[in-house]
């Protein structure tokens, strides 16, 4: 003999299933919003492009509607921090496809707000200036000096 639900029960059991199942699907994980800007470097992607930086075990990799950048942690030669593009960088002798001199200098500033990466790839170097904030560039510091098996140079007047 099969038991019957009343309408009450069954409307219950429905509501329940209802909530649990908008519960999981507000419990998934959200994308971060865009916390990485292309500023300058030797890649084919336009300035101002917004994205985010992945760090898988062999690369890191900046992912932005104008494409992608994927940086071997092997290849890196010299990671900064800093709140312009040190003269090192600026005076390297590469193909720019987006000058850092492009990027507006930040006069006098007190935060770090550049993050440049610079690899070499079949033997030419290469650059990514990527702007970003203290707050979301923090996380990754250690992540990368312990990736990359080098130190992020960091400019000295922020607490880290």
């Not at 209802?18 to 300058?40: N, R, S, T």
């Not at 300035?47 to 890191?60: D, I, T």
């Not at 170097?125 to 312990?146: G, K, N, S, T």
């Amino acid at each position: 003999m099969m038991a019957r639900f009343s309408s009450g029960r069954s409307l219950a059991w429905a509501m329940g299933l209802v909530f649990l199942l908008i519960g999981a699907a507000l419990a998934k994980e959200k994308p971060l919003p865009p916390q990485f800007k292309y500023a300058g470097g030797t890649e084919n992607v336009y300035q101002g492009c917004e994205g985010n930086l992945e760090l898988n075990p062999q690369a890191m990799i900046f992912k932005c509607l104008g494409g992608a950048i994927e940086v071997p942690y092997s290849a890196i030669t010299l990671m900064q921090y800093r709140s312009d593009i040190s003269r090192k960088v600026r005076r390297m002798k590469v193909k720019w496809k987006v000058r850092p001199d492009d990027v507006a200098p930040v006069l006098g500033a007190k935060k770090n707000r550049f993050f440049t990466v610079v690899y070499q790839i079949d033997g030419k170097p290469h650059i990514m200036v990527l702007r970003v904030q203290p707050q979301a560039m923090r996380p990754y510091l250690a992540e990368l000096d312990l990736r990359v098996q080098q130190r992020v140079e960091v400019q000295g007047y922020e607490e880290y």
